[in-house]
C-alpha cells in the first residue's frame, strides 16, 4: 500500500490509465473522494511533480474523439498540452531503444515498454500505473506505484 505521501518529493511517471481512471471512472474507488485526486493535488501544488509521455495523449484521446465527447477531449487536450503541472515527453531515439531493449529482455507490449523507458530516461523516481504486469520492473531506478494500492493519506 502507498499513500500520495509516498510520492512527495519525487517525479512520477502517470502510464495513461491512470489518466483513463482519473477522468472517466466511475467504479469505486475512483471519483470525487478517490485518493488519486490527493496524487493530482501533490502535482499541482508541487509538492511532487508528473511526467508523461506523447503516447499518452495519443491514448488518452482515442475514446472522447471515437464517442465525440468533447468536455473530456478538451480536458485530455489541455491537460496534455505541457504547458499545466504534468511534464510532456517526446518520444526520443533513446526512448526506442530502451523500449526495444525492455521488450527483448521481458516481453512487454509496445506501448507499456515504450511508457517505462520514458519514465526510466527522463529520470523519474516512480511509475504510477493501473498495470499490475508492470510491477516486475519496480527496481533500484524506478519505483512502481500500484494504482490499486494507493490509499488516503
Not at 511533480?49 to 482515442?62: G, K
Not at 525492455?102 to 527522463?122: F, I, M, N
Amino acid at each position: 500500500m502507498w499513500s500520495p505521501d509516498s510520492i512527495a518529493g519525487k517525479s512520477v511517471y502517470l502510464d495513461a490509465n491512470v489518466l483513463i481512471y482519473a477522468f472517466e471512472s466511475t467504479l469505486p474507488p475512483f471519483g470525487r473522494l478517490s485518493p488519486l485526486v490527493d496524487v493530482f493535488k501533490s502535482f499541482e501544488a508541487e509538492k511532487s511533480w508528473a511526467r508523461t509521455s506523447l503516447l499518452t495523449r495519443a491514448e488518452v484521446l482515442v475514446h472522447p474523439l471515437r464517442h465525440k465527447n468533447e468536455a473530456l477531449l478538451n480536458l485530455y487536450s489541455t491537460l496534455l498540452a505541457g504547458n499545466t503541472f504534468i511534464a510532456i515527453d517526446a518520444i526520443s531515439a533513446a526512448i526506442v531503444n530502451r523500449a526495444a531493449k525492455l521488450r527483448a529482455d521481458g516481453g512487454l507490449r509496445l506501448a507499456d515498454a515504450v511508457h517505462l523507458a520514458s519514465a526510466l530516461e527522463s529520470g523519474c523516481d516512480g511509475f504510477l500505473t493501473a498495470d499490475k504486469r508492470l510491477l516486475a520492473y519496480g527496481s533500484q531506478q524506478i519505483d512502481v506505484f500500484p494504482l490499486d494500492e494507493l490509499t488516503k493519506s
